[in-house]
């Protein structure tokens, strides 16, 4: 009887103690802590590439050498190239056939040691300013994220997500890539569930940089007898349909893909057509303080935010700035003129994680080596990659 009546005593005490304990959520979000300083808005190069681009070493590729590669980027005014070849048609060599190549070098265009990670999977890009062995990274194609994020790691690489929605879309963990292809090809329109994703992963806290690559495979023939059924498409896509635009601190190889992890680009049709550049006054002095790719604490005042697009503009070309804030329509604004500028007010969350990016619409740019690419780009110009707040770090 004595057992029983501490039984009962007891029970009713635990139970209203759990009932009086309130709920405490340990991933509630607070206040982040002293984020690194931002880095000079005005000590950097602008630079244009193309990050996805394939040469005769992918086997399914037409009329298109290394060496034709980097002679239509001389052409185009084109500063840095990826070329990234399909690593399973040669089992994971790379090293011994596109890096191997004695057409692999330039004296102005800045080469990386690339690939196409090519999987069952899915596929992603991987980029280096030095070599690397990539045989590592096409040997734990099968295995799971946690081994593949550790060989990434171990090989100091940046790795991109390709074409990250419909066929061959990126099945692996976006905690291990540093970038999203979230334009792939001239064709603007079949990109829109690469930017969904893209803005699913933003809303997570994961600080992913947006970028381009026209995915080209089709070069011009040197003469008929070598055209082949898909050699139309080289005059609709290729090498810069899109164009990915960096901030970078300096004209090298290493600087580009820094500036490619720490998010200072932007995306625009093709060479010819402007850049978006986003910046951010945070104490409204005047002075911008921070640009797309930034990451600052919210004071809890109104920040001023400028787009602007910069390169050759048409005088007549009219423009749709679209701004996106966390993921949703923020706001839409009318320009036109030679230097289109655009200023809006806004006043990032406290504590919660906010980001504002740009997408840009408008009058096409004529690409003359390219002339069927303006009619897959239709109206956009161009977007940029966000300006954050309060995004954590370490995430």
């Not at 009713?12 to 984020?35: G, K, M, R, S």
Request: net charge negative; hydrophobic share 35%.
């Amino acid at each position: 009887m004595v057992n029983t009546f501490l039984l009962i005593v007891c029970t009713f005490a635990c139970n209203t103690a759990l009932a009086q304990a309130p709920h405490i959520n340990p991933w509630t979000a607070t206040e982040v802590d002293q984020l690194p300083p931002i880095a000079s808005l005005s000590k950097g190069v602008w630079l244009k590439g193309e990050l996805h681009v394939h040469s005769r070493h992918s086997t399914e590729s037409s009329n298109n050498p290394i060496s034709k590669i980097i002679a239509f980027s001389k052409s185009a005014g084109i500063d840095f190239v990826a070329i990234t070849d399909h690593d399973n048609h040669v089992n994971g060599d790379v090293a011994h056939h596109t890096w191997a190549d004695p057409e692999f070098k330039s004296d102005s265009v800045l080469l990386f040691y690339s690939a196409e990670w090519t999987t069952t999977r899915g596929h992603g890009n991987a980029f280096s300013a030095v070599p690397y062995d990539h045989q590592k990274l096409y040997d734990v194609r099968d295995q799971r994220d946690v081994v593949v994020g550790a060989v990434k790691k171990q090989l100091g690489i940046h790795l991109s997500a390709n074409h990250p929605s419909g066929k061959d879309h990126f099945g692996y963990s976006y905690d291990m890539v540093n970038s999203i292809e979230v334009w792939n090809s001239a064709i603007w329109s079949k990109n829109a569930n690469a930017i969904m994703i893209w803005d699913d992963m933003l809303s997570s806290g994961r600080k992913l940089t947006g970028r381009g690559g026209s995915d080209a495979h089709h070069g011009v023939p040197d003469s008929p007898d070598k055209e082949t059924k898909n050699s139309y498409q080289a005059k609709a896509n290729y090498v810069g349909t899109p164009i990915t635009w960096v901030f970078a601190t300096s004209r090298t190889t290493q600087a580009v893909i820094d500036a490619l992890t720490n998010g200072r680009v932007c995306i625009s049709q093709n060479p010819y057509a402007p850049r978006v550049e986003f910046y951010a006054d945070i104490n409204q002095d005047g002075k911008m303080d921070m640009m797309m790719g930034d990451n600052a604490k919210a004071t809890g005042k109104p920040v001023k935010f400028r787009v602007q697009l910069t390169g050759k503009v048409p005088a007549d070309g009219e423009y749709t700035i679209n701004i996106i804030k966390n993921g949703n329509p923020f706001g839409s604004f009318k320009t036109t003129g030679k230097a289109p500028m655009i200023e809006f007010t806004d006043s990032p969350a406290t504590v919660e994680r906010s980001y504002y990016r740009v997408e840009v619409q408008g009058t096409p740019t004529p690409y003359p080596q390219v002339p069927g690419s303006m009619a897959l780009s239709g109206n956009m110009v161009g977007l940029s990659n966000p300006i954050f707040f309060n995004f954590d770090p370490n995430f």
